[in-house]
């Protein structure tokens, strides 16, 4: 019987410390998310001193930072990185749905109820 109390408290302890690994690399994997985004923050402000030779490239730079900082926080702090199956699905679903009813909207216009008219009005 003690046999099985040490291999109980043994494993235990093994578990814990494969926890504690984990908290650690998870945390450092944080820091260095949010070291990430503060250079981001602070590259986006010196940016603003930058001349750029037109607002398209001015756009276009400010959307490249600011998508590199929303994918870290999306991956990263909001956990989507790790749940790639759900959010697949979720995203298949989204589709599906905005599909199905733009449809619906689109062959609704084709068919009004009787006695009414049709409040869309298409430019040719």
């Given at each position: 019987?003690?046999?099985?109390?040490?291999s109980?408290?043994?494993?235990?302890g093994?578990h814990?410390?494969?926890?504690?690994?984990?908290?650690?690399?998870?945390?450092?994997?944080?820091?260095a998310?949010?070291?990430?985004?503060?250079?981001?923050?602070?590259?986006?402000?010196?940016?603003?001193?930058?001349?750029?030779?037109?607002?398209?490239?001015?756009v276009?730079?400010?959307?490249?930072?600011?998508?590199?900082?929303?994918?870290?926080?999306?991956?990263?702090?909001?956990h989507?990185?790790?749940?790639?199956?759900?959010?697949?699905?979720?995203?298949?679903?989204?589709?599906?749905?905005?599909?199905?009813?733009?449809?619906?909207?689109?062959?609704?216009?084709?068919?009004?109820?009787?006695?009414?008219?049709?409040?869309?009005?298409?430019?040719?």
């Amino acid at each position: 019987m003690s046999d099985s109390k040490h291999s109980a408290v043994a494993d235990a302890g093994h578990h814990h410390h494969h926890h504690d690994y984990d908290f650690v690399a998870h945390k450092k994997m944080y820091w260095a998310v949010g070291a990430a985004l503060l250079i981001g923050t602070v590259i986006t402000v010196l940016a603003r001193e930058w001349e750029f030779s037109s607002v398209a490239l001015t756009v276009s730079v400010a959307l490249f930072i600011a998508s590199i900082k929303s994918y870290l926080v999306c991956a990263y702090f909001m956990h989507l990185l790790s749940e790639k199956k759900a959010i697949y699905l979720i995203m298949v679903t989204t589709v599906a749905f905005a599909i199905g009813m733009v449809a619906l909207i689109l062959s609704s216009d084709k068919d009004p109820i009787p006695g009414t008219r049709p409040k869309t009005h298409y430019v040719p």
